[in-house]
């Protein structure tokens, strides 16, 4: 997308008071930023650059060389990348509270995937020099961004090994388990929320989109799931886990 392109899908910074302020309390929930130190934290609330994307618009393009440091306020958005013959392949999901765009501003070298919105979003911008300042100056925020550099590489590990030893239904049984969080409605279950497209789900497994459609069927009829609009209600967690990490064995 061009940068003229780009530019229909953002606004400027936030005109209104309550959503300036609703998008300074996401700003210091951002677990890297909340450990700051209080006047270091209000003086970089004042630096960060609001925009809104529409859910399908790109928020980051592979190949861009602009170093900003993203921090997801509200909504979903998905880390994808293609092959050569154009194929999708999606990394990680990104909800509130994440921080992306982080690795051009520590190596200067363009972005390495693309980032879209998967729902409506609000995002926060810091330019890469300033975000490096933090991190390389206050010793928490330094120690928060090393976990989650390790986490990125603890999860593609784990994707790895998921692709190469675990056939189709534990891809998407281990995928929905990734996406879990409880079900605020009923503590004791589980839900998935907003529930991944079947093409998005095929995109991060590497599947086609026809099995991951039968095996949410599969998955339905034997009431391990339930679907209510754009809400996964997890019915049974014992037997989602089973199968995800059932061990297969090879008939001979």
Partial sequence: MTDSGEEKNRLKKSPGGDVKALASVAFHAIPLIAELPKNVRKKVSSEITTRHYGAGSQIVSRGDTRDEVFF?????????????????????????????????????????????????????TLPGAKFMQLVTKYERPASILLERLAGIIRNTDERIEALSLMDAEQRVCL??????????????????????????????????????????????????????????????????????????????
């Fill in 72 to 124: 997801l306020f509200s909504g979903n958005a998905q880390v994808v990348n293609y092959s050569d013959t154009g194929r999708v392949v999606a990394y990680a999901s990104l909800k509130p509270g994440d921080l992306f765009g982080e690795l051009t501003a520590i190596d200067g070298k363009p972005r390495s995937a693309t980032v879209i919105a998967r729902t409506m979003c609000t995002v926060g």
């Fill in 175 to 252: 995928e929905l388990l990734r996406y879990l969080e409880p079900d605020p409605g009923r503590m004791d279950r589980f839900r998935v929320y907003p529930v991944p497209t079947h093409v998005e789900m095929a995109y991060t497994i590497g599947v086609t989109r026809q099995t991951v459609a039968r095996i949410f069927s599969r998955l339905a009829k034997e009431q391990v799931v339930e679907r209510q609009g754009k809400v996964l209600y997890i019915r049974d967690h014992g037997k989602l886990k089973e199968t995800a990490f059932q061990v297969k064995t090879t008939q001979v």
